[in-house]
């Protein structure tokens, strides 16, 4: 029998581990040498950080991920600083090509594109970032969405698939300081 491990890890194994990092029981990390953590992140309850043999995982200063999340980073994954993750959340780095009907889709070949997360940003529980996907700084994603493409700054994201709703204000409504 053949195993990835079972996920445990101690944090001298990252690549980098910032100041002030907090990984909560049960979190579970793979491939650690392939990926960094800036300082004062916080990895919630039975999250699962999967790395991968090649590319990296970079998570900011400052993010705050929610229990039971999944991330893989095959493809690469940029997760930008004081980045809000909410619980549940999954991001995907790669997929399975078609190859035809004779191919079983699971035994066909694997293509990567790297998710990239700008700082500031905000995503809402249980939504999935799939591959390829590029939030610019400042994004807010509504709970269960699903991300597929490119969003500029500031940008409300929200739906199946997500798209833009609206773009955030430079500065508070009046009376909502």
Known sequence: MRSHGDGRFRPDQLAQLGQGVVF????MVFHPENIEVGDNVYVGHQTILKGYYKN???????TWIGQQCFFHSAGGL???RNVGIGPGVRIITSHHV???RQTPILHSPLAFAPVVIGDD????????????????????????AVVKGTFP?????????????????EHAPEGEK
Request: net charge positive; proline share 5%; aromatic share 2%.
């Open 56 to 62: 990296k995982m970079v998570i900011g200063s400052g």
């Open 78 to 80: 940029s997760i930008g």
């Open 121 to 144: 940003t905000d995503i809402g529980v249980n939504a999935v970032i799939l591959p390829g996907a590029v939030l610019g700084r400042g994004v807010q994603v509504g709970a269960g």
């Open 153 to 169: 700054d500031y940008a409300v994201i929200a739906g199946v698939p997500a798209r833009v709703v609206r773009i955030r204000p």
């Open 24 to 27: 909560e029981r049960g979190v």
């Open 98 to 100: 078609e190859a035809g």
